[in-house]
């Protein structure tokens, strides 16, 4: 299968996720700057989802430019990411409209948990299709962010039910660690 059609769809997903995340911002009652205090916990949780969507966008974008082929485990793969990406609309509404309280922490970080276990599975599964001469591999060296994310994330959901304030810095940083730009695999392609 050609990697673009793969590509277009994941698009796509990642398109229709930001969407309905949008449209759970609601209009506030009335024309005054206090009219949207009351909307700021899910318009922060939000911001914080659209990042991790544009991080996980644009970091797809560059696992499959440095892949050549797509097999029957990388689609399985791929769709095993979306899936935990398509509940971000969900546990993005529930933690805002619960003022980030534990559980809602908790289960938000258990959704980005299984989205970041999904792209290391999606990584392996494009590393193994190019059998032995993959790019991507070279490019992901020891992978030290994705490798310290996962276990940030069982940290803040521990930590969501002693203080959710805690998990939601530590959801907070796992975000700025990964909007550092990852220069790793344009550097292997370039070459």
């Keep these: 299968m050609d990697k673009g059609r793969v590509e277009a769809f994941s698009d796509g997903v990642f398109a229709i996720i930001i969407t309905i995340m949008v449209l759970d911002l609601k209009v506030p009652h009335g024309e005054h700057l206090d009219a949207l205090l009351p909307l700021l916990p899910v318009f922060l949780s939000y911001v914080l989802s659209f990042l991790y969507v544009g991080i996980y966008w644009s970091n797809h974008h560059h696992l499959f430019q440095a892949s050549r082929k797509v097999t029957g485990s990388v689609l399985l793969a791929n769709l095993h990411l979306l899936f ?17 309280g534990e559980l809602p922490a908790a289960v938000y970080g258990g959704v980005l948990l299984m989205a970041a276990v999904a792209y290391w599975l ?3 599964a494009l590393i193994a299709a190019d059998r032995g001469d993959s790019v991507l591999e070279r490019a992901l060296g020891l992978d030290w962010k994705g490798k310290l994310s996962p276990a940030l994330y069982l940290l803040a959901i521990l930590a969501s039910g002693w203080q959710a ?27």
């Design 122 to 124: 999606l990584q392996n």
């Design 84 to 100: 935990w990406l398509s509940l971000f609309p969900f546990v993005t509404g529930w933690m805002g409209e619960n003022h980030f």
């Design 165 to 191: 304030w805690l998990a939601q810095s530590i959801y907070v940083c796992v975000a700025l660690m990964w909007l550092v730009p990852d220069r790793r695999i344009e550097r292997v392609l370039s070459r």
